[in-house]
Nanobody
Framework: QVQLVESGGGLVQPGGSLRLSCAAS????????MSWYRQAPGKKREFVAI???????NYADSVKGRFTISRDNAKNTVFLQMNSLKPEDTAVYYC???????WGQGTQVTVSS
């Protein structure tokens, strides 16, 4: 079955960096686009970034220039490199396979001094 397992979250100071990973299994990873979403306390889940099966990317305006999505098809893993983190980036970050709408369990990112 399809499984998506996020890791890499944690507590970081404003201006710091984190790299999230999403390990995928149960499907032909290289043939699917993958995405990241986030949900802050009391807010709706929102789109962060997407990468197509061929490597094309798109980002939410709020993270453009600070976050980078990438993938390693040999490791069935999608990454989210987050730089210049702000307190408003605090959220649970989710990995998603848009086709058939599969989600991971999420990983907490807290940006605070």
């Amino acid at each position: 079955q399809v499984q998506l397992v996020e890791s890499g979250g944690g507590l970081v100071q404003p201006g710091g960096s984190l790299r999230l990973s999403c390990a995928a299994s149960g499907f032909a990873f290289s043939t699917y686009g993958m995405s990241w979403y986030r949900q802050a306390p009391g807010k709706k889940r929102e789109f962060v970034a997407i990468i197509s099966s061929t490597g094309g990317t798109n980002y939410a305006d709020s993270v453009k220039g600070r976050f980078t999505i990438s993938r390693d098809n040999a490791k069935n893993t999608v990454f989210l490199q987050m730089n210049s983190l702000k307190p408003e980036d605090t959220a649970v970050y989710y990995c998603r396979r848009p086709i058939n709408d599969y989600w991971g369990q999420g990983t907490q990112v807290t940006v605070s001094s």
